[in-house]
């Protein structure tokens, strides 16, 4: 390449487009509240986290794998929190995170067949049958908030 008088010129590029980071932080900027982030569910890291309340009880914890299993079968993206903290730190990071759906595996819901279901946007809580229909209540739900967010 030659510049007006004919010499040679090295060519500099710059490149000054919206990045990832800058996406990211937008989002964020307009989706958050003094919890943390709210993700939107349709560009969330993650749609579900798995919350297993009662980390040091078998059963609680079995269930709450099950769960996130099922779930990860039926191709909602979730992770799963099973660290040996209470369950107010789990909750106040997964809130803090933004992660669009919280299901709650617990002893109370273990006891009565259930897990809880909370959307991070609204705070609402459902209770939702630990059966085979639990990643479809999850999908819907996740479908929903998909199509509200577009």
Not at 19 to 37: L, N, Y
Not at 90 to 109: C, H, M, N, Q, Y
Request: proline letters at 6%.
């Amino acid at each position: 390449m030659s510049g007006p008088d004919g010499k040679p010129v090295r060519p500099v590029m710059g490149s000054y487009g919206i990045g990832v980071e800058r996406a990211m932080a937008t989002i964020i900027e307009v989706h958050h509240d003094d919890k943390g982030i709210v993700w939107p569910a349709a560009v969330a890291p993650f749609e579900v986290v798995v919350v297993v309340a009662q980390q040091d009880d078998a059963a609680v914890a079995q269930a709450g794998e099950q769960v996130y299993s099922s779930l990860l079968d039926a191709g909602v993206e979730v992770i799963i929190d099973d660290r040996p903290v209470r369950a107010g730190v789990k909750f106040s990071d997964a809130e803090l995170v933004g992660i669009p759906f919280r299901v709650t595996v617990g002893k109370r819901g273990l006891a009565s067949g259930s897990a809880e279901l909370t959307d991070r946007a609204t705070g609402s809580t459902v209770s939702v049958p630990l059966d085979n229909d639990l990643p479809k209540h999850v999908r819907e739900a996740v479908a929903q908030a998909v199509a509200a967010s577009r």
